[in-house]
Nanobody, 120 residues
Framework: VQLVESGGGSVQAGGSLRLSCTHFGYSSSRHCMGWFRQAPGKAREGIAG???????YYADSVKGRFTVSQDNAKTILDLQMNSLMPDDTAMYYCAIRWASCSAAAADYNYWGQGTQVTVS
């Protein structure tokens, strides 16, 4: 299994960015793909996840601003981030879990390398 993120960068407050995560290799009919972020000195935070059947979750910190979606083949996970704030600055990671979605990083089986998002 390999997860490859792309789309990070720098943006001014109020702006938008779109992250993508491509999943290569084994998949399950019940897996959940999720987005996490980690700012310096802080714990890794689960912000959104979606299962193959479309069920998922959003953290309160991003609800209404971020939207997660997947392609028809369920191999690409996108995160559309709008109304970005400086507090959204972090390294963003994609992860996959062979079960229902969870906001706990320890529950996920594989991780991407991360992509930096900086909001000024």
């Amino acid at each position: 299994v390999q997860l490859v993120e792309s789309g990070g960068g720098s943006v001014q407050a109020g702006g938008s960015l779109r992250l993508s995560c491509t999943h290569f290799g084994y998949s399950s009919s019940r897996h959940c793909m999720g987005w996490f972020r980690q700012a310096p000195g802080k714990a890794r935070e689960g912000i959104a996840g979606i299962r193959r059947d479309g069920d998922g979750y959003y953290a309160d910190s991003v609800k209404g601003r971020f939207t997660v979606s997947q392609d028809n083949a369920k191999t690409i996970l996108d995160l559309q981030m709008n109304s970005l704030m400086p507090d959204d600055t972090a390294m963003y990671y994609c992860a996959i879990r062979w079960a229902s979605c969870s906001a706990a990083a320890a529950d996920y089986n594989y991780w991407g390398q991360g992509t930096q998002v900086t909001v000024s």
